[in-house]
């Protein structure tokens, strides 16, 4: 089992700042995409940024210039800094992971953090 820790969500001012992480643990044999979504009440889930093992990247395009996915290999853990925020950002934030696990054999994977949630309002 692969199980995703998310951290960093909170209320903020428009324009502030917000850090985001996703550790992950396990059997984790390998990583190739590391994603940020969001869910607005009402809304449907939306994919926001995400980063492929290679080290590629793709945003949302209300996030581009304002959002930064990152991620640090060593620790399996996924970063998405979001500056500049705006009301609109206000959502649940969900981390996905996917790769492969050793279960016996390796085994692909996907999982899915708890959610936290990201509130922009003064």
């Known amino acids: 089992q692969v199980q995703l820790v998310e951290s960093g969500g909170g209320l903020v001012q428009p324009g502030g700042s917000l850090r985001l992480s996703c550790a992950a643990s396990?059997?984790?044999?390998?990583?190739?995409?590391m994603g940020w979504y969001r869910q607005a009440p009402g809304k449907q889930r939306e994919l926001v940024a995400a980063?492929?093992?290679?080290?590629?990247?793709n945003y949302l395009n209300s996030a581009k210039g304002r959002f930064t996915i990152s991620r640090d290999n060593a620790k399996n853990t996924a970063y998405l800094q979001m500056n500049s925020l705006k009301p609109e950002d206000t959502a649940v934030y969900f981390c996905?992971?996917?790769?492969?696990?050793?279960?016996?054999?390796?085994?692909?994977?996907?999982?899915w953090g708890q959610g936290t949630q990201v509130t922009v309002s003064s």
């Open positions: 996905n992971i996917r790769g492969r696990k050793m279960d016996g054999v390796q085994v692909d994977f996907s999982s």
């Open positions: 396990g059997s984790i044999f390998s990583i190739n995409f």
């Open positions: 980063i492929t093992s290679g080290g590629s990247t």
